[in-house]
């Protein structure tokens, strides 16, 4: 997971910071027997982030405080995921999780599934469990289908339902340096977004492999290889993305695309400048508009390779 992390009192406490992602490319293949959609898709985290800090608690108690009391439920997939590890490994002790929420939620920057991944990482360190990488990615894969990819952060092709991650080199291109990225006043339903697709949605992955072979040449993708399977039906249906959309083409954006099952849509430039003047124009027009920038883990993140047993 490309976060920062700070052991705090003689290691009963640390903080952590949980990115959010945008997808560069989405392929859906089409529907599995069990439900799930197969995917193709390039994620990149973002510089858009949560921070948790992770309190221990001796009387084994798993207990959340959140910035946005309404996230404060036992859906909430950061607890989900300590009440998970506890299960799973037979834990004692407890945690407090103080959840500083900044992502947008139910905006396809997955955001809870960050939280999710961060709060895996970081209990496995303070409650020093010995757990292998793959039982982790099973753990993650279980909260959700997003989650193992934040495992990892950076940039990563993420193949099956999203939770078969394979680590990309670090090449963004230049030219997608600074991105916009607007939250409609809506929250969509991943599970509705795929429940309306049609065979019409369907490619066949050719856009997540064109992307792939240009980031690992260092080229950037051709534009209209910047696909998301899943953006028609958000459009048909939620007219505030479909104006979103239209607000950011009318204030300059080159293009346009949705990030996963949206609402949120981003757009990319290179000159910091000129993204700035855009998201200025978008946000007096109202808008809740971001500039950020991609984020790869750092020698100074809390990593799988730096959490896992081997
Ligand atoms: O895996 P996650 O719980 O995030 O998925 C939420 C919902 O989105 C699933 O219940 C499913 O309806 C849909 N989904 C899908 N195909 C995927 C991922 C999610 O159909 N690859």
Redesign the pocket.
Known sequence: MAMQWQWLQLGRSCTVRAYAKINLTLDVLGRRAD???A?ATVMQTVDLYDTLSLTLREDGQVRLACTQPELRTEDNLALRAARLLREHTGEQRGVLIELQKRIPSAAGLGGGSSDAAAALLALTRLWQLQLTSEELMKLAASL???VPFFLYGGLALCEG??ELVTPLPPCWPAELRWLVLLKPAISVA??GV??ALTARDYSDGSHTQAVCAALQAQRMPDLSHLHNGLERGVLERYAEVAAGRAALLEAGAPFVRLSGSGPTLFTALANLEEAHRLWLRLHKQGYEVYLTQAVSPSSASLTLAAVAAR
Do not use: I, P
């Open positions: 439900g799930y959609h995917l959700g289908s997003d339902r999203g991943t599970a795929f429940g």
